[in-house]
């Protein structure tokens, strides 16, 4: 009786996981489909002129017009380069001065031999800097770029844009750092490397996904950020894209073609780093899951 119940048990539990695969297909193709819709949608209207928009929102377009990515592109009135420069310029630096410091800051808190005097309390700091909203600190935020003179000057977002993703930054590092094998230092160390060459040399490239992550988040949150770049910014020359953009759409008049073809042209930078930092990041993310 025995050899004989064993099949059946086999092929049920071949079925069940058939089943629960199947499933599982279904749930992830059923949630491919609506993150990817309205990424095609804003494509389709892209291409499309605001009459056809609006006449059928969710339509089809009659002819392709690229000349739409031409004129946003090449259009003088427009400067949708000069915005798009700005953008770069911004994110660009902010993202190198938070990648420099939080690697170095994340190291010093992540390695237990750096065991200098309130190092408890800074970290415990840091973490409730993750807390506070950003809203809060618009006006002492505009109240001392003042004082610098930093008012509608890049500078000001680029300083401001490091602050800001400094704390997430140092968590990510020092919680990376922290499951490093002291091994390798003290290799290192028999080397001859002094701190500050076993920190490049040694230490950093192994962070590389950690470091990949914190690139790919802040680079995605400062590209995209509206509230500071309108706040410090009130020169039309210096707008950056999200702010920029605006001007499509408008309370008396909106050139939703335009819109979309502007989003499209700001997700393209985006998209291409997390093709070229997807692997990284993945498996820094993880990394920082599961040992943090």
Known sequence: MR?????ARDGITLWGRRIRIGLITVVLLA????VIIPFVWMILMSVRTTGEILNDPYGLPVDIRWQNYAKLLFDPQISFYRYFYNSIFVTFFAVLLTAVLSTMAGYGFG???YNFKFRGGLFALLLFALIL???ILYIPQFTMMANYGLINTQWALVLLYAALGMPVSTYLMSTYFSQLPSEIEDAARIDGCSDLRMFWQVMLPLARPALATVLLVNSLAFWNELLLSLTMLTKPELRTLPSAMMMFVGENAAD???AAASLVTAMLPILILYLALSDRFIEG???????G
Do not use: H, N
């Open 133 to 135: 909203p950003p809203q």
């Open 111 to 113: 390695r237990q031999r």
């Open 3 to 7: 050899p004989a119940t064993v099949p």
């Open 256 to 258: 939703y073609a335009m």
């Open 31 to 34: 949630f491919t489909a609506i």
């Open 285 to 291: 993310m993880t990394a920082g899951a599961l040992k």
